[in-house]
């Protein structure tokens, strides 16, 4: 049997932690298992990184900061493979180019491209314990690159459709849950839960799992599993295909993003020529729309959208710059709400009981979109706990 376990930068947070998985992983080798580890930089050590980092150059390069942060994930994964090592099992711990992760080249949030396992084969094969490098991979000229927020659980799940087996993701939090459980202490722990489902969830600001690791188990059918690392029993929750029933619940959780904002453009002649130019500049600052309205009063449009306080920042700065382009409207610091499940597919009247939620607590809401398994709003963020609660219970969830 081969398995892949991923541990986050909390579960490998010091050497006494980094023995105690290493223990654990020992005693799977010695039961029979192929082991192949893949581990984050230790606790806050990217962080320790960047600042290090802007004590020499306060704009440093793209691709300079990728070698540099590279550096925390080779770090643990070389411990990792001492910790074993001293515990009598045969590891080896490789980088992301050792493992065979070719990605392009745009720096800081590069897209594997291909894998290579052929060393990481010949390794298992022989008995060792693979220790691999997350988030991390070079590209064909050889520049050394990172995959973005949450790149460690893509490593992982790529190397565990390669070798065809599971692959199980530690972490500091036991479960996917329901709802925040800081939010609503009733949260539940989810047993179970679909890829559509994570992956929406994922997307929609749910940080316990990244959305590309999702999508590549849904791709190469991974078995996921998702816990909190050195449990002694396993409770936490494992995505899987749909089945149904799912669909005996309409709503398998609550999404919460934080710090959103709704950009506003004033009316301009409607015509294709004015989208073209609204999206043109949105595309210029790489902004990730989550919400589009568009109205159409006597001749003129009004557009807008929501998206990071960050992102809208960045976009009136660079209006700003060029002095050109209309004046912007900006609500800032917003929160916008997901509920999530594939039983909306199937079950009517979800929309009416979300906000008629909202109207009995008198909660305002902005920009609305949805999806077939989705409905997403924005509020202002002082209600944002009394929205999850009130919606919570009208869930049962």
Do not use: W
């Amino acid at each position: 049997m081969r398995l892949v376990h991923k541990y986050g930068g909390s579960s490998v947070a010091t050497t006494e932690k980094i023995m105690a998985i290493a223990q654990r992983v020992a005693q799977l080798r010695r039961e029979g298992t192929d082991m192949a580890v893949v581990c984050s930089a230790m606790g806050k050590t990217t962080n320790s990184l960047i600042a290090l980092a802007k004590k020499v150059n306060d704009s440093p390069s793209k691709r300079e900061m990728d070698a540099l942060l590279s550096t925390g994930e080779i770090q643990t994964v070389s411990l990792m493979a001492m910790a074993l090592q001293s515990l009598g099992v045969d590891a080896i711990s490789m980088t992301g180019f050792q493992s065979g992760f070719i990605t392009n080249d745009v720096h800081s949030k590069a897209f594997i491209k291909e894998i290579n396992t052929q060393r990481m084969e010949q390794y298992l094969a022989e008995g060792k314990v693979v220790v691999a490098a997350g988030f991390q991979g070079i590209t064909e000229d050889g520049h050394i690159t990172t995959l973005g927020r949450g790149g460690s659980d893509t490593t992982a799940v790529a190397i565990a459709a390669k070798l065809g087996c599971p692959c199980e993701i530690y972490t500091d939090v036991d479960a996917v849950y329901t709802v925040d459980p800081r939010i609503y202490p009733a949260a539940r722990a989810l047993e179970r839960i679909s890829y559509e489902e994570m992956m929406e969830m994922a997307s929609l600001g749910a940080g316990v799992l990244e959305t590309r690791s999702v999508e590549l188990a849904k791709k190469y059918g991974v078995s996921l599993y998702l816990g909190r690392a050195l449990e002694n029993e396993k409770k936490g929750t494992t995505i899987m295909s749909q089945q149904a029933f799912f669909e005996d619940m309409p709503v398998a959780g609550i999404s919460i993003k934080e710090h959103c904002a709704i950009v506003s453009f004033p009316p301009m002649d409607y015509n294709a020529s004015s989208a073209a130019s609204i999206f043109s500049l949105i595309a210029g600052a790489n902004i990730n729309l989550d919400m589009i309205n568009q109205n159409i009063v006597e001749g003129k449009v009004a557009f807008s959208f929501s998206c990071s306080d960050e992102q809208a920042l960045e976009l009136e700065r660079q209006l700003n710059a060029s002095q050109e382009g209309p004046a912007l409207q900006i609500r800032r610091d917003l929160t916008q709400l997901s509920l999530v499940g594939v039983g909306m597919a199937t079950h009517t009247g979800v929309a009416v009981r979300v906000f008629r939620t909202l109207a009995q607590y008198q909660i305002p809401y902005y920009q609305i979109t949805t999806s077939e398994i989705s409905i997403s709003f924005t509020i202002d963020k002082e209600n944002k706990e009394q929205a999850v609660q009130a919606l919570a219970k009208e869930f049962d969830l």
